[in-house]
Nanobody, 120 residues
Framework: QVQLVESGGGLVQPGGSLRLSCAAS????????MGWYRQAPGKQRELAATITTDGRTDYADSVKGRFTISRGNAKNTVYLQMNSLKPEDTAVYYC??????????????WGQGTQVTVSS
């Protein structure tokens, strides 16, 4: 069993910052790419940022230069530092982790989602 626990969402004013965290735990053999997706009301879920095992990152054009994705030293945690937040960043943010469990097949796991609201 693999669990993803997210934290760090909340309400912030435009121009402010938030840091999201996601920790993977359970019967894990290997963790591959990790990422953050977001879904605004009435819209499809979209990629925000991803990071590979060797540290290569990819960002949606809308967040480049403002968001930074990183992995913890233990490699089972992923962070999303969000700066210069805009109202259009308001969404539920989901952690996504590509995992090979100890027993089973490689699979994409999703966190429960954390709400980020940017409003004055």
């Amino acid at each position: 069993q693999v669990q993803l626990v997210e934290s760090g969402g909340g309400l912030v004013q435009p121009g402010g910052s938030l840091r999201l965290s996601c920790a993977a735990s359970g019967s894990i053999s290997s963790i591959y790419a990790m990422g953050w997706y977001r879904q605004a009301p009435g819209k499809q879920r979209e990629l925000a940022a991803t990071i590979t095992t060797d540290g290569r990152t990819d960002y949606a054009d809308s967040v480049k230069g403002r968001f930074t994705i990183s992995r913890g030293n233990a490699k089972n945690t992923v962070y999303l530092q969000m700066n210069s937040l805009k109202p259009e960043d308001t969404a539920v943010y989901y952690c996504n982790v590509d995992v090979l469990p100890v027993a089973g097949y490689r699979y994409d796991y999703w966190g429960q989602g954390t709400q980020v609201t940017v409003s004055s």
